[in-house]
């Protein structure tokens, strides 16, 4: 072993205003055996030469730079550089408590953990007030005081409305990632949620820390606040359906209610994406083919208990003329009271 810890890799784009926030939370971390890897995914603004600094100035510090290549990319080149016993992924507009590092360590090797997961404060770029509690957006309903095998700990999310697929939001085992070949499926958005249940799915043990040491931030023109592309979203939900698919063939002892789950509830997003699509949008071939190339797995995992998404999938358009009526009808009958 190489005494290295954990591996923090943070990709950086176009992110000046923020990313010194973020170094310095790395800088200030009380768990002293890390390595920073800088991924520069071909910023065009001062970014780049700031990390530059860091890397000049603390030896605990890398920086790589590539051609842009999209989030997925810049983390795969960072994971394929990680060398600690665990890695962590932060983003670079985003920052972690002092304390943060450590406090994750120590639970991971105490419970010889593949995989921690735990929470973030959110605060609004204009206000510096962190948030977190009841309500909040990263905070769990379920209390998890156990140590679960992976598949075990997605139900439980499930049931409980817990699902929380950032993987600024967990500590990893690296040997678990490397072991399964793991990576982030690249050109995609919402890549987390594929790597997540991936993840998951294929660990022995899983925990839950409900303590929030990562602070997200919310800012406009981020993946998070930019309105929503609901062509670009549909491909990732293709693109993840697909590579689930594949996965599951590799791992057969994963198929089951808690994988079927997963399946359908991505199945549902792709539904209501088309929803939100305009009929130019809906009429494109590109559009058509995401849908297409996923209509084979409908029959798989939506039988006879779904005969509404059956009927989207092969009746779009009727399906939709239906949803119509049925608002239009409730419209009428609220007026009539």
Same mark, same amino acid.
């Given at each position: 072993?190489? /005494? ?5 890799? @943070? ?36 970014? /780049? ?28 080149? *960072? ?7 665990? @890695? ?44 977190? /509690?009841? *309500? ?5 309903? /379920? ?62 043990? @899983?925990? @839950? ?129």
């Amino acid at each position: 072993m190489n /005494g290295i810890k954990v591996s923090v890799v @943070v990709p950086i784009y176009n992110v000046e205003k923020y990313v010194v926030e973020c170094l310095n939370s790395l800088e200030r971390q009380t768990l002293k055996d890390i390595e920073v890897i800088m991924v520069n995914d071909g910023s065009t603004d001062s970014s /780049g030469m700031i990390a530059a600094e860091y890397e000049r100035r603390n030896e605990k510090f890398c920086l790589v730079s590539r051609e842009n290549g999209g989030l997925s990319a810049a983390r795969n080149t *960072g994971l394929n550089m990680a060398s600690g016993k665990y @890695v962590y992924f932060l983003d670079a507009d985003d920052y972690l408590l002092d304390e943060s590092l450590e406090i994750l360590y120590n639970k991971a090797e105490k419970d010889n953990l593949d995989v921690l997961q735990f929470v973030a404060y959110t605060f609004e770029d204009d206000k510096r007030q962190l948030i977190w /509690g009841k *309500g909040s957006t990263y905070c769990y309903i /379920g209390k998890y005081d156990g140590i679960y095998k992976g598949i075990r700990a997605l139900q439980l999310f499930a049931d409980n409305g817990d699902i929380y697929p950032s993987c600024c939001l967990m500590l990893t085992r690296l040997d678990t990632i490397k072991e399964n070949n793991l990576s982030f499926y690249e050109g995609i958005i919402h890549e987390d949620n594929l790597f997540h249940w991936e993840l998951l799915s294929i660990s022995e043990r @899983v925990s @839950v820390l409900n303590q929030p040491l990562y602070c997200r931030r919310y800012r406009a023109g981020s993946i998070t606040t930019s309105p929503p592309d609901w062509r670009t979203k549909a491909y990732a939900s293709s693109c993840s359906l697909l590579a689930a698919e594949k996965f599951i063939e590799q791992h057969p002892e994963i198929a089951g209610a808690t994988t079927m789950w997963y399946m359908m509830s991505w199945l549902n997003l792709m539904k209501q994406y088309w929803f939100f699509m305009d009929n130019a949008t809906r009429n494109e071939p590109v559009v058509k083919s995401y849908y297409d190339a996923v209509s084979h797995i409908v029959s798989q995992y939506a039988g006879r208990e779904n005969k509404s998404m059956r009927l989207f999938w092969n009746y779009r358009r009727i399906y939709s003329m239906c949803r119509m009526v049925k608002v239009i009808i409730k419209s009428k009958l609220k007026r009539w009271k």
